[in-house]
Structures are given as structure tokens and as C-alpha cells.
């Protein structure tokens, strides 16, 4: 006898290990182009190499929008909070955006994308006539068109104890990039490196963005 949780893990886990390579793919497209220039640089080639991971079979759904992330070698297993914006592994760490975070990203909306097609194209997201202005942003940042992707998105967020003001350069997953905005000292704009290792961007979970403004 399996419980509920254990049948829905397994049809899950088989549903991510059936996902169609030309679905990765696809969706690995549609993602890697919503990605800023800038972010490109960050990830360093990690995008590619998260490709390979989900199409090699490396990453298995768990549960929810927890992944298990088997290493290039196959002999470590990273564990992947795609809500957290979180992994185990050394590189995230370290701050980066690990290719297991963006390899468990590419399966989850593989595998959304496949559950849409298999339920019917008619059935269309239902567009709620005030979006969230969260929805907005990501939609904004991840649209096709260059145009509307140089729309400046301004946000506040709470940092040490303190409200700042940042740019929104990215958000992905449940993850969001963010820069601290200049600060003017005699009408001349000073950059400001707030956060840990006197950086000026960092990252912060989509939800704890405040106040968020669109510029186009
Ligand atoms: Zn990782």
C-alpha cells in the first residue's frame, strides 16, 4: 500500500524522466532568451550545462518545487528549493545561481508545459484583470520583445532592518536579482555596494519585493 503523497511522487518522478528532449529544449529556449545580458555574464555558461543536466535525465522531481539534481559525474546528489531559490551544492554556496537550480527550473516548466499540452490548448491561464504586480514584473522581464524587456523595474526591499530601493534585474523562479539604486551626492549619481562582499546586486526571494514600479 502506497500513500497518496508516495503515488503522486511517483507519477511526478515519471512524468520528469518522460519529458520529451524537444520539450527541454524548447523550454530551455523560451527561458535562456528571457535572460538578460547581464545575467548571462552571472551565469557564466551555467545555463548550457543545466541544459545537459535535464536532458541527460540527471534531475528528478520530489515534491512540490523540490528536485533532486544528480551531479555531471553522477556521484552527488544536490537537493534543489526552486521556492526558496536554494541547493545543497558548493557553488550555491557561494552565491551563485547553481546550473542545478536552473536544470530543476528547465524540468519543472518542461514539465508544466507538457501537463498543458496533454490537458488541451483551449484551456488557457486565467488572467485575473488586476495581475499581481510580481506577475507583471516577471512577465515584463521575461517577455520576447527587447522593447517591453527595457522596461526599468524599481522595487523596495527590506535590507538589514532598513527599506532600499533597487533596480529589478531579473526574476526567475521564486528568485529575484536585484541592484541597489545610486544615490545622488551633489546632483552626481554614487553607486551604492550594500550587500554581503560590498556588492551592489544580490538576490532575494520574489515575494519580499515591495512596492514594485514599471518604467517604460
Ligand atoms: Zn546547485
Redesign the pocket.
Known amino acids: 500500500m502506497y500513500t497518496i503523497k508516495q503515488v503522486k511522487r511517483f507519477v511526478s518522478e515519471a512524468v520528469a524522466s518522460y519529458l520529451l528532449p524537444a520539450t527541454i529544449e524548447q523550454t530551455a529556449s523560451t527561458v535562456f532568451q528571457g535572460f538578460s545580458e547581464r545575467l548571462k555574464a552571472r551565469l557564466n555558461g551555467r545555463q548550457e550545462r543545466a541544459l545537459k543536466l535535464a536532458l541527460s535525465g540527471h534531475v528528478t522531481h520530489k515534491s512540490a518545487r523540490i528536485f533532486s ?1 544528480h551531479s555531471e559525474e553522477g556521484d552527488h546528489a ?1 537537493l ?1 528549493d526552486l521556492t526558496r531559490g536554494y ?3 558548493p ?2 554556496q557561494k552565491g551563485s545561481i ?4 536552473i536544470a530543476a527550473y528547465l524540468v519543472e516548466q518542461s514539465m508544466q508545459a507538457t501537463a498543458q499540452t496533454s490537458a488541451g490548448s483551449s484551456k488557457s491561464e486565467p488572467v485575473s484583470k488586476e495581475e499581481e504586480p510580481l506577475e507583471k514584473a516577471r512577465r515584463v522581464l521575461h517577455a520576447q520583445s527587447d522593447l517591453l524587456r527595457e522596461a526599468i523595474i524599481y522595487a523596495t526591499i527590506q535590507h538589514q532592518g532598513e527599506a532600499l530601493v533597487v533596480e529589478v534585474i531579473n526574476l526567475e523562479g521564486d528568485t529575484a536579482i536585484v541592484r541597489a539604486l545610486p544615490i545622488f551626492k551633489d546632483g552626481k549619481p554614487v553607486p551604492q555596494f550594500p550587500f554581503e562582499d560590498r556588492r551592489s546586486c544580490t538576490q532575494v526571494l520574489a515575494k519580499s519585493l515591495f512596492d514594485l514600479n514599471i518604467y517604460r
Open positions: 539534481v544536490y534543489v541547493c545543497t551544492c557553488d550555491s547553481c546550473k542545478h537550480r
